[in-house]
Antibody
Framework: EIQLVETGGNLVQPGESLRLSCAASGLTVSSIDMTWVRQAAGKGLEWISIIYSDGRTYTGDSVKGRFTISRDESNNSVYLQMQSLRAEDTAVYYC???????????????????WGQGTTVLVSS | DIQMTQSPSSLSASVGDRVTITCRASQNIATSLNWYQQQPGKVPKLLVYGAARLQDGVPSRFSGTGSGTDFALTITSLQPEDFAFYYCQQSYSKWLTFGGGTKVEV
């Protein structure tokens, strides 16, 4: 069974740092694309960052320069290092697998097909 | 970044109703459009990918259409478990973006 488990969420003060972890089982994080998505209370989904299987990373403008995605093959985990946290970073953070899905050859599509349960980050003084 | 605009932001419906949610992209994204359902207190679930392809296990009352910039998710014969939030998401760009969401409520 494929499972993603996020940990590391906490209450922190503005300006502080936090590292979120996403431990994977049933899949190998270095072989797939993994993303972080967040959701503030009562709000919609916001894509944060992605790390591709080849190691390339991309990050959304709202957190660029403050958040960094990485992975550790030995722990089969993906991480989100968050710095200079702001009140508006308060949210549930999800990790999700970006999977290549079948379509009529030679085409294919990508979607987020497996999600973790999320971890809560609260930024408040 | 590609902006995704969903409408309506919420709608009221009854069990058995046919419901359509629309999503518009700020530029041509071909058929690189996915739909997710998020039931209250739950994790998002992939419903439709590639604009029109049902994910495994998703009931056939869900269907997706569209290409280019305009897309739609239709639920025929709404069931009690379908009252939820729905989000579109483009996978055309390296910078993924979601629509603002649509709440389907009683």
């Amino acid at each position: 069974e494929i499972q993603l488990v996020e940990t590391g969420g906490n209450l922190v003060q503005p300006g502080e740092s936090l590292r979120l972890s996403c431990a994977a089982s049933g899949l190998t994080v270095s072989s797939i694309d993994m993303t972080w998505v967040r959701q503030a209370a009562g709000k919609g989904l916001e894509w944060i960052s992605i790390i591709y299987s080849d190691g390339r990373t991309y990050t959304g403008d709202s957190v660029k320069g403050r958040f960094t995605i990485s992975r550790d093959e030995s722990n089969n985990s993906v991480y989100l290092q968050m710095q200079s946290l702001r009140a508006e970073d308060t949210a549930v953070y999800y990790c999700a697998r970006r999977k290549k899905l079948p379509a009529t050859a030679p085409y294919f599509y990508y979607a987020l097909d497996v999600w973790g349960q999320g971890t809560t980050v609260l930024v408040s003084s | 970044d590609i902006q995704m605009t969903q409408s309506p932001s919420s709608l009221s419906a009854s069990v058995g109703d046919r419901v359509t949610i629309t999503c518009r992209a700020s530029q041509n994204i071909a058929t690189s459009l996915n739909w997710y359902q998020q039931q209250p207190g739950k994790v998002p679930k992939l419903l439709v990918y590639g604009a029109a392809r049902l994910q495994d296990g998703v009931p056939s009352r869900f269907s997706g259409t569209g290409s280019g910039t305009d897309f739609a998710l239709t639920i025929t014969s709404l069931q009690p478990e379908d009252f939820a939030f729905y989000y579109c998401q483009q996978s055309y760009s390296k910078w993924l973006t979601f629509g603002g969401g649509t709440k389907v409520e009683v």
